[in-house]
């Protein structure tokens, strides 16, 4: 009786080689050990049993056997495993009669003869090597990535596969050839999709062709510099990312993913060292490509084309990735150089230094966004650059890193935490359609307002103590424009009023006269009123040397420092005296 594949895949294969080309083991007595590949850890918990043929953690509790291993740490499913094993093993799968075969398999053959006739026109195209060699790729580079060329003609690829026995139907459905609708006894029913380009093979997770990218080579064609193959049975370009098959191990490894535009971008990072690297292939970075990449990494590069384009690239995916809780990094890339295909190739060590000096997300926008500024900020300023850097802070999932970045930005503004914390809940009640209630902020002023209102309508209806309030209270602590006049007028015993300033004075003192407020009482209440508001003046000063004081540290300005704290802890006592 025949064995099945999983049988002769675990006779010719020990579980510590497989396992040990993803995670260095120790000898541990008759067992190996190691720290676990799947949750972070300072001693190993990890162990592999040569004589079971299983590994286990016990710490994180997963564990199983070679299949169970491959399939956790590739991300992979049962099916994918297996072709992995197998190829390791030598293990050849057996063809499925071609009656039986799944659409799916087809599809896959379709597209792996596709990369293998594309690699043989390569070869046959020294003016495509020329090109490729002087873009900075090297010729293992060329191989390890199946890099291809379709060649200048209407339907060589569509001939090579009918030759071969493959059906106009499914080689449509590969999205390798496009019916014509013209087609007559002259023209071809079909025609190749793909015609003067270079071949770029889409791999999934398991090392399967799904698809092609190719770049426009010599004449300029109809679909733009890069077209892709269409959405099919066995490839989804919103979860399938450029790159991560030969990546996700480095990534893993190094808990951080570089993402990269274009494929001469990939190909060229990997060929300077950067394993990790992954491209977006034209396409936008989706939540289902960030949730792939989760399972190998918290952190985040983003190495974006120097252009307009790549700024708004970098932007688009900003906000699912930190939704996702990624740690995110911008490298900044020089102007005279467009790409990091075109940077590695003239030097790539520094490319290596643009990754190591690669910003956080947020400094990145915050210097970003002030720059466009002058340094001394107007009321106009601080409300545009709260605009643009509170809808970034808005996408931030994590509340204490969210909170972080209100309070620097309070900080640079030079304005209340509260009023920011006000503003983006404006935002996010707009965002969800829900009714704008009024900020707490607001209801503050209010209530100062009708402070001042109160102690100015107290002393015209007693202006016996006028004197009183000259003597204790200083115009500047009146907040309210129009107020600020009624106590000017006052202080100058100013008979002849406008009738703005008769219609203001008359309204305090009718507010006034309705106040169960006694004359023996009314000096100790407008005691109380100017406390309030001497208490009110002196907060929001501590308030802003506080925000000054942050400054300053960042700048390390000491003798700065120094003196702000003096003022604070002076105003401070005032505070206390008060209280």
């Given at each position: 009786m025949n064995s099945s594949p999983v049988d002769e895949i675990k006779n010719r294969l020990d579980i510590v080689e497989v396992v040990q080309d993803y995670v260095k083991l120790k000898k541990a007595g008759k067992d190996y050990k190691a720290l676990c590949p799947f949750h972070k850890e300072r001693n190993p918990s990890f162990f592999v049993s040569p004589s079971k043929q299983i590994w286990h953690c016990f710490s994180c509790n997963f564990g199983g056997d070679m299949f169970?291993?491959?399939?956790?740490?590739?991300?992979?499913?049962?099916a994918d495993a297996l072709r992995i094993l197998a190829r390791k093993a030598g293990v050849v799968l057996k063809r499925e009669d071609p009656k039986l075969k799944s659409q799916r398999n087809i599809l896959y053959q379709i597209c792996?003869?596709?990369r293998e006739f594309f690699e043989k026109q390569l070869e046959q195209?020294?003016?495509?090597q020329d090109y490729l060699k002087q873009r900075g790729l090297q010729f293992k580079t060329i191989k390890d990535f199946g890099i291809g060329y379709a060649p200048d003609t209407w339907n060589a690829l569509y001939k090579h596969l009918t030759e071969l026995g493959y059906k106009s139907e499914d080689i449509e459905?590969?999205?390798?050839?496009?019916k014509n609708p013209k087609s007559e006894t002259r023209n071809p029913k079909h025609y190749d999709r793909f015609r003067s380009r270079i071949m770029f093979p889409i791999f999934d997770l398991s090392g399967q062709v799904v698809g092609f990218s190719g770049r426009v080579f010599g004449k300029e064609q109809s679909g733009g510099k890069y077209i892709n193959t269409p959405e099919t049975l066995i490839y989804n370009k919103s979860k399938i990312i450029y790159g991560l098959d030969k990546a996700k191990l480095d990534i893993r490894k190094k808990n951080q993913a570089i993402v990269v535009e274009g494929q001469f971008d990939l190909v060229m990072a990997h060929q300077a060292g950067s394993k990790n690297a992954i491209a977006t292939s034209g396409s936008a970075l989706t939540s289902d490509h960030l949730r792939v990449l989760k399972r190998y990494a918290e952190n985040l590069i983003f190495a974006f084309d120097?252009?307009?384009?790549?700024?708004?690239?970098?932007?688009?995916?900003?906000a699912p990735a930190q939704q996702l809780e990624f740690n995110i990094k911008i490298a900044l890339l020089p102007s005279e150089e467009k790409d990091p295909a075109e940077i590695i190739k003239k030097n790539p060590k520094k490319w290596s230094e643009i990754l190591e000096k690669a910003k956080p997300i947020m400094e990145f926008y915050f210097e970003n966004t002030f720059s466009k500024y002058p340094k001394t900020l107007s009321v106009d300023n601080k409300r545009e650059i709260a605009k643009e850097l509170l809808f970034l802070?808005?996408?931030?999932?994590?509340?204490?890193?969210?909170?972080?970045w209100l309070q620097v930005l309070a900080s640079k503004l030079k304005v209340e935490e509260r009023a920011l914390t006000g503003a983006l809940r404006k935002i996010k009640?707009?965002?969800?359609?829900?009714?704008?209630?009024t900020t707490p902020a607001v209801v503050q002023k209010s209530r100062i307002k009708e402070l001042e209102e109160h102690l100015l309508g107290l002393v015209l209806r007693f202006p016996k103590h006028v004197s009183h309030l000259m003597e204790n209270f200083k115009e500047n602590l009146i907040t309210t424009p129009e107020l600020k006049k009624v106590f000017h007028n006052l202080k100058l015993e100013k008979k002849t009023l406008s009738e703005e300033e008769k219609y203001l004075t008359n309204y305090l003192l009718f507010k006034a006269e309705h106040c169960p407020i006694e004359e023996k009482e009314s000096l100790e209440e407008i005691n109380c009123c100017i406390k309030e508001l001497k208490l009110d003046k002196i907060k929001k000063e501590l308030s802003g040397i506080s925000l000054d004081i942050k400054e300053?540290?960042?700048?390390?300005?000491?003798?700065?420092?120094?003196?702000?704290?003096?003022k604070f802890s002076k105003l401070a006592q005032e505070l206390s005296k008060l209280q």
């Amino acid at each position: 009786m025949n064995s099945s594949p999983v049988d002769e895949i675990k006779n010719r294969l020990d579980i510590v080689e497989v396992v040990q080309d993803y995670v260095k083991l120790k000898k541990a007595g008759k067992d190996y050990k190691a720290l676990c590949p799947f949750h972070k850890e300072r001693n190993p918990s990890f162990f592999v049993s040569p004589s079971k043929q299983i590994w286990h953690c016990f710490s994180c509790n997963f564990g199983g056997d070679m299949f169970s291993f491959v399939m956790k740490i590739e991300g992979v499913e049962f099916a994918d495993a297996l072709r992995i094993l197998a190829r390791k093993a030598g293990v050849v799968l057996k063809r499925e009669d071609p009656k039986l075969k799944s659409q799916r398999n087809i599809l896959y053959q379709i597209c792996q003869e596709a990369r293998e006739f594309f690699e043989k026109q390569l070869e046959q195209s020294k003016n495509v090597q020329d090109y490729l060699k002087q873009r900075g790729l090297q010729f293992k580079t060329i191989k390890d990535f199946g890099i291809g060329y379709a060649p200048d003609t209407w339907n060589a690829l569509y001939k090579h596969l009918t030759e071969l026995g493959y059906k106009s139907e499914d080689i449509e459905k590969a999205g390798l050839i496009i019916k014509n609708p013209k087609s007559e006894t002259r023209n071809p029913k079909h025609y190749d999709r793909f015609r003067s380009r270079i071949m770029f093979p889409i791999f999934d997770l398991s090392g399967q062709v799904v698809g092609f990218s190719g770049r426009v080579f010599g004449k300029e064609q109809s679909g733009g510099k890069y077209i892709n193959t269409p959405e099919t049975l066995i490839y989804n370009k919103s979860k399938i990312i450029y790159g991560l098959d030969k990546a996700k191990l480095d990534i893993r490894k190094k808990n951080q993913a570089i993402v990269v535009e274009g494929q001469f971008d990939l190909v060229m990072a990997h060929q300077a060292g950067s394993k990790n690297a992954i491209a977006t292939s034209g396409s936008a970075l989706t939540s289902d490509h960030l949730r792939v990449l989760k399972r190998y990494a918290e952190n985040l590069i983003f190495a974006f084309d120097a252009d307009t384009g790549g700024e708004s690239a970098t932007k688009r995916a900003i906000a699912p990735a930190q939704q996702l809780e990624f740690n995110i990094k911008i490298a900044l890339l020089p102007s005279e150089e467009k790409d990091p295909a075109e940077i590695i190739k003239k030097n790539p060590k520094k490319w290596s230094e643009i990754l190591e000096k690669a910003k956080p997300i947020m400094e990145f926008y915050f210097e970003n966004t002030f720059s466009k500024y002058p340094k001394t900020l107007s009321v106009d300023n601080k409300r545009e650059i709260a605009k643009e850097l509170l809808f970034l802070i808005k996408n931030i999932a994590n509340t204490i890193e969210q909170a972080h970045w209100l309070q620097v930005l309070a900080s640079k503004l030079k304005v209340e935490e509260r009023a920011l914390t006000g503003a983006l809940r404006k935002i996010k009640a707009r965002e969800a359609g829900e009714e704008i209630f009024t900020t707490p902020a607001v209801v503050q002023k209010s209530r100062i307002k009708e402070l001042e209102e109160h102690l100015l309508g107290l002393v015209l209806r007693f202006p016996k103590h006028v004197s009183h309030l000259m003597e204790n209270f200083k115009e500047n602590l009146i907040t309210t424009p129009e107020l600020k006049k009624v106590f000017h007028n006052l202080k100058l015993e100013k008979k002849t009023l406008s009738e703005e300033e008769k219609y203001l004075t008359n309204y305090l003192l009718f507010k006034a006269e309705h106040c169960p407020i006694e004359e023996k009482e009314s000096l100790e209440e407008i005691n109380c009123c100017i406390k309030e508001l001497k208490l009110d003046k002196i907060k929001k000063e501590l308030s802003g040397i506080s925000l000054d004081i942050k400054e300053a540290e960042s700048e390390k300005n000491k003798t700065k420092l120094k003196n702000l704290t003096q003022k604070f802890s002076k105003l401070a006592q005032e505070l206390s005296k008060l209280q």
